[in-house]
């Protein structure tokens, strides 16, 4: 009667352990987990980017009007967020821009929330589109005439829409990039304007 009780106890426990396991699974080779419920399964794990591109001069837009700006900049940013299956991905962002000229220089580091979907045609070539939305923080350099006329640069919406594609590792991205700024001379703001600009990215997947 002793081992009856002893066996119907220990089945009991491992009913919900067997149970859980069924539900999780960890993977260690890409720390995937795995939810399953009765009707689906749901893979999700961690995936990071950092890119180096290039924009081009772009559009300037002010109180209606539009003429070509020369705002062409490197930048650089690193993305960091969930997979979520082998077709979407969500993640924040930060990056940073530096847009020079002879008489001028521009810095601006945006923050944003990165959505991408994916279209996976193998295993290591999944083609995809992508949005950033957020918010740059911005500053202009230390030349003599900006020193003197007090400008200072305030940042502005920021947003990115494009495709790419991965191949294994590897991240290439083109689109188009809008760019919301602000400057103040002694205090008081300008009106607000927006460079709207082309670009060209590659990165490295982790």
Request: proline share 2%; hydrophobic share 40%.
């Amino acid at each position: 009667m002793k081992k009856l009780f002893v066996l119907t106890a220990v089945a009991m426990l491992a009913v919900p352990i067997v149970s859980f396991a069924q539900k999780t699974t960890v993977t260690r080779v890409n720390r995937e987990k795995t939810y399953k419920t009765n009707t689906h399964t749901v893979d999700i794990w961690y995936e990071g980017e950092l890119n180096i591109g290039y924009g081009m001069g772009g559009t300037l837009k002010y109180d209606g009007d539009s003429e070509d700006a020369k705002y062409a900049r490197p930048f650089i940013e690193t993305v960091h967020g969930v997979r979520i299956t082998k077709y979407a991905f969500a993640g924040l962002g930060v990056g940073f821009q530096y847009a020079y000229d002879e008489n001028w220089e521009v810095g601006m580091m945006p923050v944003f929330l990165d959505l991408k979907g994916y279209y996976p045609v193998t295993e290591h070539f999944a083609p995809y589109v992508a949005i950033d939305l957020g918010f740059s923080s911005g500053f202009v350099g230390t030349k003599d005439y900006m020193d003197e006329e007090g400008l200072d640069l305030k940042g502005g919406f920021y947003a990115s829409y494009g495709i790419g594609l991965n191949y294994r590792r590897l991240n290439f991205g083109l689109g188009w990039q809008h760019q919301g700024m602000k400057f103040k001379y002694d205090g008081d703001s300008s009106e607000s304007f927006s460079v709207n600009s082309f670009f060209v990215k590659v990165g490295l997947k982790f």
